[in-house]
């Protein structure tokens, strides 16, 4: 689980003797450095990097950070907003020693996540971890409920002696083909190891749909956990890819036509033990709490695409009829459905049943889009919003005047229409805060501008490996 509890200069109680037992027993395994992570607003992964031995300093007082990274883009330029992007002031990283991994595909390096701290001690308003910590620790707090959470990931496998920025697939076999899976082997099972090494859990690893792509899927955990997971996966797939002599790329479409990489949510909500999407009286045996918190989802998804599809990229993959579930609406097992419905299997529902949602990409920050999407669904079940009908099939087969009635509206088809839609979402922009809600309107503004006069599969070339 993850310390909800804020850190504070000095440490909190036992942090400094517990960091300096865990520096000596990681110096003791041959680790040398340690990586601290965290995720800016344009969902670029970002690092610094501490010798082992200053990992108690780092707990007590933490390292130094600019907060102009919260108006970075993709590309490293800077935008602005009237609190964040100038070059004035500093921040403090502090590491979360409850998820300190050794990182089995990188020898010699541990990894960390963090949170970012003002020197004055308060929370950093950009920091997208806290945001997240705060939204559950809220939830649990008003509702006494909590999450469970896991992001799939995709992605696409290229040889790394392609040149320049070029994509040429390393494998050559069909979608989920039993081809493709020799052809990568040697590799996928160095991840496999590594992960497990690490602590992840892994569900399943498979061939996918797009040229070169992969897909892993890992047990759910808390949400700030989950979000912190598909960060490290992502950081040790490339890490292990790399060493077979690979280059893979998590952007949201990698060419401009066909089938992206997608980064699905799982959810659910619990109270006490219980799952709130299986047992109950409504559709599919959901509480009617659940299917409250599964229409806020659907009421907020055109704002939500704004942080779950942050990049002018993540547009050429949200097209009908490819499974990225473009329109508002909903069904059991329904891959075309924005929000999908999965029960399980007869017998073990009461701990698989939970929501899909299916607009989201690699390019998200986990930690914004998670808080968002919880704070969505969390508003549904605030006013006890009503879960309109289901769909089956492809709802890009309803003619404007069925689509109208049943309640299903295409998403954003571009990041100006999401960025129009975030802005009119009250809701949203209350929960990141001002200073977030502000970073993430400017960022976004500040991609449009990036690839004005692109045509798609230029756009698709700037982002390809900037994930």
Request: with cysteine.
């Amino acid at each position: 689980m993850t310390t909800l509890a804020d850190p504070v200069p000095g440490g909190r109680p036992g942090d400094v003797e517990r960091a300096t037992a865990l520096s000596a027993e990681l110096t003791g395994r041959g680790v040398h450095g340690i990586v601290l992570a965290y995720v800016d607003t344009a969902g670029i992964g970002r690092v610094k990097t501490i010798p082992t031995a200053k990992l108690a300093s780092a707990v007590a007082w933490g390292v130094g950070m600019s907060p102009v990274f919260d108006t970075f883009l993709a590309n490293d330029s800077i935008v602005s907003t009237d609190v964040l992007g100038s070059p004035d002031g500093d921040l403090r990283l502090y590491p979360d020693l409850d998820h300190l991994v050794v990182l089995s595909g990188q020898p010699g390096w541990a990894w960390v996540p963090v949170d970012r701290v003002t020197q004055e001690g308060e929370r950093h308003p950009g920091c997208s971890r806290t945001f997240l910590r705060r939204i559950v620790t809220a939830a649990a707090d008003r509702h006494g409920i909590s999450f469970k959470a896991g992001i799939e990931i995709e992605w696409a496998v290229g040889q790394g002696s392609a040149p320049g920025d070029d994509f040429v697939p390393a494998v050559q076999g069909p979608a989920y083909g039993a081809t493709r899976q020799v052809e990568l082997s040697d590799c996928t099972a160095e991840l496999l190891a590594a992960l497990a090494a690490q602590g992840v859990d892994v569900d399943q690893l498979h061939p996918e749909y797009a040229a070169g792509q992969f897909e892993i899927s890992v047990g759910a955990l808390d949400p700030v956990a989950a979000a912190d997971r598909s960060v490290l996966v992502r950081q040790t797939i490339r890490a292990v890819s790399q060493r077979h002599g690979l280059r893979v790329s998590f952007a949201p479409a990698v060419f401009a036509e066909g089938v992206g990489n997608g980064g699905h949510v799982h959810l659910s909500a619990w109270r006490e033990g219980r799952n709130l999407h299986s047992g109950g009286k409504g559709r599919y045996g959901m509480t009617a709490e659940a299917e409250s918190f599964a229409a806020g989802l659907l009421a907020h998804l055109p704002a939500l695409t704004a942080v779950t599809a942050p990049s002018p990229a993540g547009y050429l993959r949200l097209k009908p009829s490819q499974w990225a579930g473009v329109f508002t609406a909903w069904g059991r097992e329904t891959r075309e459905s924005a929000v999908r419905v999965i029960t399980g299997t007869v017998g073990h529902r009461d701990q698989a049943a939970n929501l899909e949602v299916k607009p989201v990409d690699l390019a998200a920050n986990p930690y914004i889009a998670l808080g968002c999407l919880i704070a969505a669904g969390l508003d549904g079940l605030e006013s006890s919003a009503s879960l309109p009908d289901e769909i089956t099939g492809d709802p890009a087969r309803f003619g404007a005047e069925e689509a109208a009635t049943r309640g299903v509206r295409r998403l954003p088809a571009s990041l100006d229409e999401a960025v129009e839609e975030f802005r009119k979402d009250e809701l949203l922009r209350a929960a990141l805060g001002p200073a977030l809600a502000d970073a993430v309107i400017a960022v976004r503004l500040g991609e449009i501008a990036a690839v004005a006069g692109l045509d798609d599969g230029q756009v698709a070339a700037a982002y390809r490996w900037k994930y």
